[in-house]
Nanobody, 128 residues
Framework: QVQLVESGGGLVQAGGSLRLSCVAS????????MGWFRQAPGKEREFVAT????????YYADSVKGRFTISRDNAKNTVYLQMNSLKPEDTAVYYC?????????????????????WGQGTQVTVSL
């Protein structure tokens, strides 16, 4: 059974930084894709970033490109989301998700429907 556990959320002032972590267990994730999504109050869940676990290739939403960095530590089975220059509009619950896809490109992994396993989420609040 795949389990994903996020941590690292919190309250930060605009312009600050946070690093989220997602520890994965239950499988060997070498052919998996890991994604970060977020959901703000009253809004639909949206894609943030994705990484191929083995290749390390990444893809980002335009709204976070240049500010957020997704990375993984294979030895720790952990994926990170480094968030810099945070803005109030980044306030949301952040979720990690994973799937072992068939044929794909990372650009096609932006839909939440592509992912099979989800964590419980971690709250990020950015104040003015």
């Amino acid at each position: 059974q795949v389990q994903l556990v996020e941590s690292g959320g919190g309250l930060v002032q605009a312009g600050g930084s946070l690093r989220l972590s997602c520890v994965a267990s239950g499988r060997t994730f070498s052919n998996y894709v890991m994604g970060w999504f977020r959901q703000a109050p009253g809004k639909e869940r949206e894609f943030v970033a994705t990484v191929h676990w083995s290749a390390g290739t990444t893809y980002y939403a335009d709204s976070v490109k240049g500010r957020f960095t997704i990375s993984r530590d294979n030895a720790k089975n952990t994926v990170y989301l480094q968030m810099n220059s945070l803005k109030p509009e980044d306030t949301a619950v952040y979720y990690c998700a994973t799937v072992r896809p068939g044929y794909f490109t990372l650009a096609t992994m932006t839909s939440e429907n592509r992912y099979d396993y989800w964590g419980q989420g971690t709250q990020v609040t950015v104040s003015l």
